[in-house]
């Protein structure tokens, strides 16, 4: 304990050295991204904080109310900007001071901080989407597990593990219903959590861990829903429509089962899509979107899709294959300019700032353009997944690959498109897992206490004989 104690004071001013670059990294982040780089969807969102157009769930709700409430404490669209950015550059500050303290490496622990510098992180920073969101929300979770892993030598109180296991399951639980399918990247982070908190959980930490993390999920969620209310959309719908206009055929589609309309509909986006080349996303690229959206049609395209997807499973396979590898080996979008042209009268702040992003950013596109790929990453999280080391960082390095290549390979069934926003928490993750296995080479795992057994061994003794019998 003495020697944990000299470490942690010698650690202290390095530490306060590292947040100092943090917050400068996150001023100028902010400054290069004022007031946010904004999509179509993002301004959509935007919309819908605002009040002008009605909430719907197309896309998450959670970050349009969330937008909607920092405008009314700030009057500024730029807060959401700024919560991001310090979000994020607050989780690296974080993650370094652990390095720092784990290790002793104050190259180590700048390289943790680097890594928001590098051009496949820094070009979405500050872009408002649901994904970059889902990623900083992870990236956050990632960090309470690393205090919890730096804590857990000194045996912390259990208020203060229960406490960073709540604070943790609020970032996952966000990352969740920012973006649904960072479920599967979120459950890798949720358990290294856990780990990194008890060491060796007991049976009964992790049910009541597992029920802490569905509340965090189910309450906002039912919140939401009941005092929100979002007009439903049927977004899910969009998959099963690409399926269908690429999978089948045109004489297919024109016998199909389903009202006219919706065949004429269906006929008519498969020419379309063929005729334009676009591979996927078919209800903005080549749909004949009625008033109501997918609302009237996604009953007659679910049930569609249901019976004809059995009987076209090599085509189907093919197609989401074809769609894959071109989001692995063909991967887009990877950098967002500004603002896209609005009728809201917002524009970028600082047009030079925009620039200089745009010229470091593409041109490393252009350079190095593999750390812009789907399948560097995919690679690179299954080393880390199958390699992970022996050191200190051993089981959050395995669980950033896990979490990382269950984000990617999840995406095989539902992607709607080849972006790189959908591998981006495996670029930060992946990027961070990898730093963390050359740093963590020579240092000895911490030790493995059992908090979680001694806690159920407490609750048993203080519950009734029968408070387990059914």
């Given amino acids: 304990m003495g020697q944990t104690g000299w470490m942690r004071r010698q650690s202290r001013p390095w530490v306060w050295v590292l947040a100092a670059v943090a917050a400068l990294c996150c001023l100028g982040t902010i400054l290069v991204f004022a007031p946010g780089y904004l999509s179509p969807d993002s301004l959509d969102q935007l919309r819908q904080a605002e009040g002008k157009q009605p909430l719907t769930d197309w896309h998450p709700p959670v970050l349009s109310l969330l937008w909607r409430a920092l405008i009314a404490v700030t009057g500024s669209i730029a807060a959401m900007l700024v919560l991001q ?19 002793a490496s104050r190259g180590g622990s700048l390289a943790v901080l680097g890594i928001g510098l590098t051009p496949f992180v820094l070009t979405f920073v500050g872009v408002v989407w ?5 990623a900083f929300a992870l990236l956050a979770a990632c960090a309470v597990a690393f205090t919890g892993l730096l804590l857990r030598d000194s045996g912390p109180r259990p208020a203060v593990r229960w406490g960073l296991l709540w604070l943790g399951v609020l970032f996952l639980a966000y990352a969740i219903l920012v973006r649904k399918n960072a479920v599967v990247a979120a459950i890798p982070v949720f358990v290294m959590l856990v780990l990194a908190l008890w060491g060796r959980p007991g049976r009964r930490t992790w049910v009541m861990c597992t029920a802490a993390l569905v509340a965090g999920l189910a309450v906002p969620a039912a919140a939401i829903s009941l005092f929100a209310a979002p007009l439903q959309t049927k977004q899910g719908a969009q998959i099963m429509l690409d399926d269908l206009v690429h999978v089948l055929s045109v004489d297919e589609l024109r016998s199909a ?7 004429d509909r269906l006929v008519v986006s498969a020419r379309e899509c063929e005729r334009v080349g676009a591979l996927s996303d078919a209800y903005w690229a080549c749909y004949p979107r009625p008033a109501d959206g997918l609302r009237g049609d996604s009953g007659e395209i679910t049930s569609l899709w249901l019976r004809e997807m059995s009987g076209h499973v090599p085509g189907y396979l093919q197609y989401r294959l074809l769609l894959f590898t071109t989001l692995l080996f063909e991967t887009d979008y990877a950098y967002k300019a500004g603002i896209t042209r609005n009728d809201l009268g917002i524009e970028v702040a600082h047009p030079r700032l925009e620039d200089a992003l745009g010229t470091y950013v593409k041109g490393m596109i252009e350079d190095v353009p593999w750390l812009f790929r789907g399948w560097f990453w995919l690679a690179v999280a299954l080393v880390l997944a199958v390699r992970p ?23 095989l ?41 001694a806690a159920d061994r407490t609750l048993r003794a203080q519950q009734p004989a029968d408070a387990g019998g059914q």
Avoid: E, Q
């Avoid at 550059?89 to 784990?102: I, P």
């Avoid at 089962?257 to 065949?263: E, F, I, M, N, Y």
């Avoid at 089981?395 to 979490?403: E, N």
């Avoid at 972006?419 to 730093?435: E, F, H, K, Q, S």
């Fill in 85 to 103: 950015c310090l979000v994020f550059w607050a989780a690296l500050w974080v993650l370094a001071g652990c390095v720092w303290r784990l290790t």
């Fill in 130 to 134: 649901k994904d970059v969101h889902a």
């Fill in 257 to 263: 089962d389903v009202p006219p309309a919706l065949r």
């Fill in 389 to 411: 080391g022996k050191g200190v960082f051993a089981m959050p390095v395995r669980a950033l690959g896990i979490s990382s290549a269950a984000y990617i390979l999840g995406y």
């Fill in 413 to 453: 069934p539902i992607m709607p498109a080849t972006d790189y926003r959908y591998v981006y928490w495996p670029a930060i993750a992946c990027a961070l897992g990898l730093l963390l296995l050359w740093l963590g080479r020579g240092t000895p795992p911490p030790p493995l206490k059992s908090p979680g057994a």
